[in-house]
């Protein structure tokens, strides 16, 4: 019985998760001007969605990435620079609002993994050879 209550209880949280507004007027709208979109729409590509993870604002649905698609169209729009409308998420929300993060202390090992893997790749490889030569 308890649990029925509970799982009652559930149902009217994921019916309000759902935003009703309606979304920002340049989230599913492109710029009139061709350059100035493809420069939003470039950026929007290396941007992850926050809620989806793994998706790019570009490709989600979610309401959270309608509102920074947006954003960067009416950023674009003004006239600011895709690097600064990037600078500016990233402040914003972390580095990992970005595909791509800058060096930093808490991401240098995202950087470093890659070549460590390659040299510890290579060093096994090298010894597997030199005990088939033997």
Do not use: H
Not at 99 to 112: E, F, N, R, S, V
């Amino acid at each position: 019985m308890k649990r029925l209550a509970f799982a009652l209880l559930l149902l009217p949280t994921s019916a309000a998760a759902d935003p009703t507004t309606p979304p920002a007027p340049l989230a599913n709208t492109q710029l009139r001007d061709p350059a100035k979109e493809a420069q939003a729409r470039a950026l929007m590509e290396r941007l992850r969605c926050l809620v989806c993870q793994g998706q790019s604002i570009a490709d989600s649905d979610a309401s959270l990435a309608a509102d920074m698609r947006a954003m960067v169209r009416e950023r674009i729009a003004e006239g600011q620079s895709p690097a600064a409308i990037r600078r500016w998420l990233i402040a914003r929300y972390g580095d990992y609002v970005t595909y791509d993060p800058p060096l930093g202390a808490t991401t240098w090992p995202l950087w470093l993994a890659p070549i460590a893997m390659l040299v510890a790749g290579g060093l096994l490889a090298r010894s597997s050879f030199k005990r088939r030569t033997r």
